[in-house]
């Protein structure tokens, strides 16, 4: 029969790991959700304020499928098995914003900074995804 002192501590050894497992786990998920929160309140305002945007593309229509189009990227981003196709829309949409933004003259910077998370939070938590299969 096992002491209680070590029953004890093996009970503070578990009790850690799950806390550092916990600690991890939120760590690689913290900049999907920050990535996904401006990706969500971007879809929302262009699917309910269509009319009050001030975009290149006029038609109310246009602008409401685009915001539907990034509420369902972004679901597939934050669905591990179909990250890849979730990322690789956002991306391409936001690649297609900075274009837009320096055809505009407009500050393109953190738009850029958004496609670089939007990766990197995409690396973080499939990173086999980012790695080549070399077959000898």
């Known amino acids: 029969m096992k002491s209680p002192s070590l029953v004890l501590e093996s009970s503070k050894k578990r009790l850690k790991m799950k806390i550092k497992k916990l600690i991890w786990t939120i760590l690689i998920w913290l900049p999907s ?78 738009v850029s900074l958004i496609v670089l998370a939007t990766i990197f939070a995409a690396y973080l938590r499939k990173p086999e995804l980012f790695h080549l299969n070399y077959k000898s």
């Not at 679901?75 to 936001?94: C, D, H, R």
């Open 33 to 110: 959700v920050m990535v996904s929160m401006v990706f969500i309140q971007n879809a929302l305002r262009k699917i309910f304020q269509s009319d009050q945007q001030d975009k290149i593309i006029t038609s109310n229509t246009v602008i409401i499928i685009v915001g539907i189009i990034l509420l369902v990227a972004t679901i597939l981003f934050l669905i591990n098995k179909t990250i890849i196709w979730g990322t690789t829309v956002l991306a391409l949409y936001m690649t297609c914003i900075v274009f837009i933004h320096m055809f505009k003259g407009k500050p393109f910077e953190i």
